[in-house]
Every structure is written in structure tokens, then in C-alpha cells.
């Protein structure tokens, strides 16, 4: 079987992705399952299966005189707290825009681009200053 993938969940719920591609036998035999994560099975007799889009998992094996899988396409996520304490807007566009948990979230399943809206952090800052003058007459 292929090797499991890896779970994140910057898109607002785990998602495992990046799982490895099954092989496949030569003659006779299992071929393995796909890892979890989108990887595509290997296949005795055929071509192997490709990996699930949007996941980068690995397309599995084809057996003797056939072609492997294409591995699944890739994803790309940004994510944001809506508060604005990282300096960055709401207003930033760019992917299919959600919000999750306090997050902005920009997923981008092929080509885009992400705009970032860059807001002004303003501190007060409190300054005493004491001067000191001496006279001598």
C-alpha cells in the first residue's frame, strides 16, 4: 500500500493530504491501495489509478506494459485571523475565499493570485522626557 499521507486543517477541518501512490506486481499478486491522502491505487493487468486531485497524493503503479497513475493535483491554502493582528485585511482577495474558526481562509485549487490588503498598525507611544538645566550665575 502506499504511505499515509499527512492531515492539516488550515482549511477550517483535517484533511489529510500527499498520501503515496500503490505499487503493483509483474504477474501475479495484490496490488497495493492507495495511502490516505489521495493516493491512487496500483493496478495487476492495467494502468494504475491516479492520485485525487487537489490532494498531491501519488498515482499508483501500472503493471508490466502499462502506464502509472498521474499523481493528483496539488492545493494551495492561505489562512488568516480575521482580527487583523497579523496586519493583513480581510479585504485581501484571491481563491475561493471561506472563513473558519476566527480565520479568513483564500484555497486556491489551480492557477490565481492572492492580493494581500495591508492594514496600518498604529501604537501610541508615550514619551516623558525630563530635562535638566543647571545654571550657575
Do not use: C, D, M, W
Request: no cysteine; glycine share 32%.
Amino acid at each position: 500500500a502506499g504511505g499515509a499521507g499527512t492531515a492539516n486543517s488550515i482549511s477550517g477541518s483535517s484533511v489529510t493530504y500527499a498520501g503515496g501512490g500503490g505499487g503493483t506486481t509483474y504477474a501475479a499478486g495484490t496490488s497495493g491501495a492507495g495511502g490516505a491522502g489521495g493516493g491512487g491505487a496500483g493496478t495487476q493487468g492495467g494502468n494504475g489509478v491516479a492520485g485525487t486531485a487537489n490532494t498531491g497524493g501519488g498515482g499508483g503503479g501500472g503493471s508490466n506494459g502499462y502506464t502509472g497513475g498521474a499523481g493528483g493535483s496539488g492545493i494551495v491554502i492561505i489562512a488568516f485571523p480575521t482580527n487583523g493582528s497579523t496586519g493583513i485585511s480581510t479585504a485581501s482577495t484571491g481563491g475561493t475565499i471561506t472563513t473558519s474558526g476566527g480565520n479568513q481562509i483564500h484555497t486556491f485549487t489551480g492557477n490565481g493570485t492572492f492580493t494581500a490588503i495591508l492594514t496600518l498598525l498604529i501604537k501610541s507611544i508615550n514619551i516623558n522626557q525630563t530635562i535638566n538645566r543647571s545654571e550657575t550665575y
